[in-house]
């Protein structure tokens, strides 16, 4: 029996759809919200946030500024380019000028690791596209600091991400800076 064209052109369709699908940004993205909704729930005492972040209708956490900006440690571009690890340097990575301390997931975030790329620079425009190295679809680096060119859907993932190493400040997982 024939294969009816609809269903031959549908799994077709899908197959070469699945094999554009990143699994690596996917699962990434994926644990990612399950974290944030964790944190939302221990944090707002609110049961059911895992919903609207898993179904990515959430509203945004404000991320509170310093309020005390003197009495927190700054670095410059060059001091956070040397926070690589080479050299038993800690691991620090910045998002949207946010500086973190990701030591603790040296596991993570060392020399060959998944997410070394992102260590020792703001590569904010990286969390926002899920380019992991080379030219976005802008032309631009991807590992760099620029939002410049980013749609809406990919500064919200931005935030998404900025969430969630603020989030894991409060749970002793990474240091703000």
């Known amino acids: 029996m024939p294969i009816p064209i609809w269903l031959a052109i549908t799994i077709g369709a899908t197959g070469i759809a699945l094999a554009r699908v990143d ?7 994926f644990f990612r919200d399950l974290s944030r909704s964790k944190a939302r729930a221990r944090l707002h005492n609110n049961k059911y946030a895992m919903i609207p972040v898993m179904l990515g209708i ?25 926070m690589d690890g080479f050299d038993g340097a800690p ?18 975030y060392s020399e060959g690791k998944e997410y070394h790329e992102w260590v020792g620079k703001d590569a904010s425009r990286s ?18 600091s620029s939002l410049e060119g980013l749609t809406e859907k990919e500064l919200k993932e931005i935030d998404r991400w900025l969430e969630l190493y603020e989030v894991s400040v409060d749970s002793d997982k990474h240091d703000l800076l």
């Open 127 to 144: 969390f926002g596209t899920g380019c992991r190295g080379g030219v976005d679809r802008t032309g631009m680096d991807c590992l760099s």
């Open 23 to 29: 699994y690596n940004m996917f699962f990434m993205r």
């Open 91 to 108: 691991l620090y990575l910045a998002i949207k000028g946010r500086v973190y301390d990701v030591s603790a997931g040296e596991k993570f």
């Open 58 to 82: 959430e509203k945004p956490i404000k991320i509170q500024d310093d309020i005390n900006a003197e009495n927190v440690m700054t670095i410059t571009r060059e001091q956070l380019e040397e």
